[in-house]
Structure formats: C-alpha cells, structure tokens
C-alpha cells in the first residue's frame, strides 16, 4: 500500500504562491505590490493553482517575490550564466523562469536555507506543475547556479 502525499509545509506553500505570483508578474498583469496584496488578502485561502494557503509562511512568500523583483536583472544573469551553452534565457518557458528566478534569490540572498534544500523546494514546485524533463531542467540549472554562489556549503 503506498502512503498518502505528505501534505507541503508552510514554507513550501509560500515558494509555490510566490513562484505562482512572479508568474503573473512576468505575464505584466499588475505591479509586485498589487499582486503580492492579491496574495495575501483575497487569493488566501483558494484552492488550486490560483491561491495560497491560508498556513502559508507569509514573510517568506513576500520576501521571495519582493527579493526576485528586486534582483530581476542580477538573477537572470546568474541564471543565464548556468544555462547549458545551448540554451539561452529567452527560449524559457515562463512559468520555468519564474521557478529558476525564485530559486536563484533563494540560493543568492537566502542564506538561511541549505542550498541542497533549496534546490529540492524548487525542483518539487517544477514537479507540481510539470511530468516532463522540466524538474530536471530545474534541477540541473539550480545545482549549476549554488555551485557558483555556493559551493563551500556544498563541499562541506
């Protein structure tokens, strides 16, 4: 008999909202503020893709959002920097950066999260979405990514 699904933690509730979030973001929708408000006041709660988890860690989730904003261009050449030469940053699905750029400001600015955490965060939120190669695309690029910025972490 296999075990049921372990329900997300708090935190892994607020990296799918915020990854969900910058996915509106990137679509131009409305500013981080207005949508970071949709978040925690009117989309608490809803089931689905759409929502967030009332239990959600609800710093972490602004902090994420606010964080990937805020570094956008920094992120994305640290991103782009770990692309497989054959790739390039705009041939990307969208809902693929919005992950990778969630989980690079982890791994950059979040320090406070193991990278080999982080990177399994991000890589499970891929897997929400995704049955194909995109979690290993997401793997990969994450793994490239804490080499770079954080690889004593990871040798020790």
Do not use: C
């Amino acid at each position: 008999m296999s075990e049921p699904a372990k329900a997300p933690s708090r935190r892994q509730a607020a990296r799918l909202a915020a990854v969900q979030a910058l996915y509106q973001w990137q679509e131009g929708q409305d500013e981080p503020a207005a949508i970071i408000e949709q978040f925690l006041n009117v989309r608490i709660g809803e089931a689905g893709e759409g929502g967030m988890r009332r239990d959600a860690d609800k710093p972490l989730f602004k902090d994420v959002v606010e964080g990937t904003v805020s570094h956008k261009d920094e992120l994305e050449k640290t991103v782009s920097g770990a692309l497989a030469e054959n790739w390039t940053w705009a041939r990307i699905d969208r809902l693929v950066r919005a992950i990778l750029l969630a989980g690079t400001y982890e791994l950059v600015h979040g320090r406070d999260v193991p990278p080999k955490v982080a990177i399994n965060e991000y890589v499970e939120i891929a897997h929400a979405f995704y049955d194909h190669a995109e979690p290993t695309f997401v793997n990969s690029v994450l793994d490239r990514v804490a080499r770079q910025e954080r690889a004593a972490e990871l040798a020790g």
